[in-house]
């Protein structure tokens, strides 16, 4: 089985420290259970299987025309001017060494897939199996598997490397995502 490692909303916005996102909460989350390190870890593995590593990244244009107004998640955006593309904010955190040989995938909604280039990306490599991880567990964690679910493919979400804005989001959505996914951890995740 063809698999790929897609790491999702692992930016500066979200996770760095001295991000909007990452000095709140959610970044205390990041930080007390390592996802970062972990998640580092887990793109070693894969990429000693050979197995391809996306990066999943929210962003919009300067002037924010993707982004939907109507949107309780994305209507602040504009208002504190983040998640705008090309900035520092939208890059993936310098701890996850992407290179230029991954793919670097921008969202405008939750889901890594809708009206993205995602789908043909894995159709094209006859991808089968997805493995994910990220920020948060009650967002894009839960859409993407619940979307690769529906597209047929075999999902595994790493626990260890997800965070939510608090622990029992996460405990609460990794319940529910057993229903649609397999759920290992970073030590545990095999590539075979």
């Not at 959610?26 to 990429?47: F, H, M, N, P, Y």
């Not at 107004?69 to 593309?85: D, H, V």
């Not at 889901?111 to 994910?132: C, D, K, Q, W």
Request: glycine share 6%; proline share 4%.
């Amino acid at each position: 089985m063809s698999s790929a490692y897609l790491v999702l909303d692992l930016q500066n916005d979200l996770v760095h420290k001295d991000g909007p996102n990452g000095a709140g909460p959610l970044g205390e989350q990041v930080r007390s259970r390592d996802v970062l390190a972990r998640t580092a870890a887990v793109i070693e593995k894969a990429r000693a299987a050979g197995v391809p590593v996306v990066f999943v990244r929210v962003g919009f244009s300067s002037d924010y025309r993707e982004c939907p107004s109507t949107s309780p998640m994305f209507s602040a955006a504009r208002k504190y001017g983040i998640f705008k593309l090309d900035s520092w904010g939208t890059e993936i955190h310098p701890d996850l060494d992407r290179r230029e040989t991954d793919l670097l995938v921008t969202k405008h909604r939750v889901s890594p897939f809708y009206g993205t280039n995602l789908e043909v990306f894995l159709r094209a490599h006859g991808i089968t199996r997805l493995f994910m991880s990220g920020v948060s567990t009650a967002a894009v964690v839960q859409a993407g598997i619940r979307e690769a679910h529906d597209r047929d493919y075999v999902c595994v979400v790493i626990e260890d490397c997800c965070a939510a804005a608090t622990a029992r989001d996460h405990d609460d959505s990794i319940a529910v995502l057993g229903r649609f996914a397999a759920i290992t951890t970073s030590d545990a995740v095999s590539f075979d």
